[in-house]
């Protein structure tokens, strides 16, 4: 019993690091993709707003 708690443990340490990786990375692309999002808008804003004042 005692072999099979320690391998489930040591199975847990061993994939514990690799899913936070993974979880991480797919945060950051989705902090990415929200900042860029965020970036285009005020860019759009922007080009709008020089525009009116050519008029």
Partial sequence: MNIIISSLFAS?????PIIAIVFGIVW???VV????????E???WSV????????
């Fill in 12 to 16: 847990l340490a061993f994939f514990l």
């Fill in 42 to 44: 005020n860019l759009n």
């Fill in 48 to 55: 709008k707003t020089l525009n009116s004042f050519e008029c």
């Fill in 28 to 30: 950051l692309v989705k």
């Fill in 33 to 40: 993709n929200r900042f860029e999002k965020r970036a285009a």
